[in-house]
């Protein structure tokens, strides 16, 4: 046999264990990959609403546990930080540029006159109050998490004790759904410390 025919023997030797160790190890990923859906069917079986947004929180948590800050706001975060003292967290009522953040918003939504209508009409409502749970069911907004720069902001927000401003709402009955004009990081930040907190809010 020559050199050369000796080379290539090993070369194609070399690529045929290769071949065998690759597919040894898809196969090893594919069955970990069916252990794992297994398993997370089978916690979300048994898992309730407040459980699944603990787990939540501490996937969250993980994502950005380079943060010495967020770990430390997580740590001492209280789940009913917001349900004893509710009104103790939020300012008495919107911050006045609030308002024209709510109408730039609803522009996109609505034609200019109608978004102005309903900004001068907000600045005018009554404060009110609803569950953070129910104002996020008529929104049918997803929630977003601390990954998200503005919620996470607000969450340390509420950790540290500061005092956040009340939502800004919107109703449509022509597509049976609550606009959130203004607020929306904030409400996503207070659901994740207690989905039954109440939420100090103005609707028209």
């Known amino acids: 046999m020559s050199e050369r025919t ?3 023997s090993q070369i194609f030797l070399q690529l045929s264990r290769l071949a065998r160790w690759c597919s040894g190890l898809a196969r090893s990923y594919s069955s970990k990959r069916k252990g794992l859906h297994r398993s997370v069917r089978l916690r979300s079986n048994t898992c309730t609403s407040t459980t ?56 996109l939504l609505y034609d200019e006159k109608t978004a102005a ?49 009340p939502l800004l709402l919107v109703r449509d009955p022509s597509h049976l759904k609550l606009v959130i004009a203004d607020g929306y990081h904030r409400m996503c930040a207070v659901y994740l410390f207690d989905e039954d907190t109440r939420v100090p809010c103005k609707i028209v």
Request: proline share 5%.
């Open 6 to 8: 000796r080379f290539q």
């Open 117 to 165: 209508k309903y900004a001068k009409a907000l600045s005018r409502a009554p404060m009110t109050s609803f569950a953070a749970k129910d104002i996020f069911r008529a929104s049918q907004l997803p929630l977003l998490g601390v990954t998200n720069s503005h919620v996470r902001k607000n969450h340390m927000a509420i950790a540290a004790g500061k005092k956040l401003s």
């Open 52 to 107: 699944r947004f603990r787990k939540f929180r501490g996937t969250e948590s993980c994502a950005l546990g380079q943060d010495s800050r967020f770990e430390s706001s997580f740590a001492n975060s209280d789940p009913t930080l917001l349900s004893k003292k509710s009104k103790k967290k939020w300012l008495s009522k919107p911050e006045e540029h609030d308002y024209p953040a709510a109408e730039s918003y609803l522009t």
